[in-house]
């Protein structure tokens, strides 16, 4: 069973500035992972799949890289709606625990 | 439009079963597989495994297999999950999602609580 896990637990950034948030694999998972967010009360929404490519309608501030066992989701120039949590999962299996992004 | 329709809020007694039910619609049922995933208040999302909706294969976590059934009716575009034995800590939202490379829809949600 192939472990997910995220880091920070939590990040507090300002509006307007860069958010990097990190996943690593306990074993190689090629580019089979995806990003997703969520908001209080909503169910998730996928920003990413295949490691860097943005879902249909993702705005492009969202950007995903790495492969293998190192993974990140970088947020070039926060929004307000952008506050939120961020799970990654390897593809169809296990989700890591998330990072919660809030305003600083 | 894609559209994943689950069943309403339950409420069971320790010891139960409940059945989920999604029901697909705005896309051809049979080239997706399902997914479920169900996330406990304030904890992380949890996958639970998936049902090929055209040839009624399935994955379970190991975590519940044993416990859980997946099941699929093609001419209703519906996907069911069962779950037995249930227990306090088995309280969540359970959810559906679509997918391949990641869930791209998900349903709405459906609340189980596990209360005596």
């Known amino acids: 069973e192939i472990v997910m896990t995220q880091s920070p637990a939590t990040l507090s950034v300002s509006p307007g500035e860069r958010a990097t948030l990190s996943c690593r694999a306990s074993?190689?998972?090629?580019?089979?992972l995806a990003w997703y967010q969520q908001k209080p009360g909503q169910a998730p929404r996928l920003l990413i799949y295949g490691a860097s490519t943005r879902a249909s309608g993702i705005p492009a501030r969202f950007s995903g890289s790495g492969s293998g066992t190192e993974f990140s989701l970088t947020i070039s120039s926060l929004q307000s709606e952008d506050f939120a949590v961020y799970y990654c999962?390897?593809?169809?299996?296990?989700f890591g625990q998330g990072t919660k992004l809030e305003i600083k | 439009q894609v559209q994943l329709v689950q069943s309403g809020a339950e409420v069971k007694k320790p010891g139960a079963s409940v059945q989920v039910s999604c029901k697909a619609s705005g896309y051809t049922f049979t080239t997706y597989a399902m997914h479920w995933v169900r996330q406990a208040p304030g904890q992380r999302l949890e996958w639970m495994g998936w049902?090929?909706?055209?040839?009624?294969?399935?994955k379970y976590s190991k975590r519940f297999q044993g416990r859980v059934t997946f099941t699929s009716d093609t001419s209703a575009s519906t996907a069911y999950m069962e779950l037995s034995s249930l227990r306090s800590e088995d309280t969540a939202l359970y959810y559906c999602a679509r997918g391949i490379a990641g869930y791209d829809h998900w349903g709405q949600g459906t609340l189980v609580t596990v209360s005596s």
């Open positions: 074993q190689s998972i090629s580019s089979n």
């Open positions: 999962q390897q593809y169809n299996y296990f």
């Open positions: 049902i090929n909706a055209g040839n009624g294969n399935t």
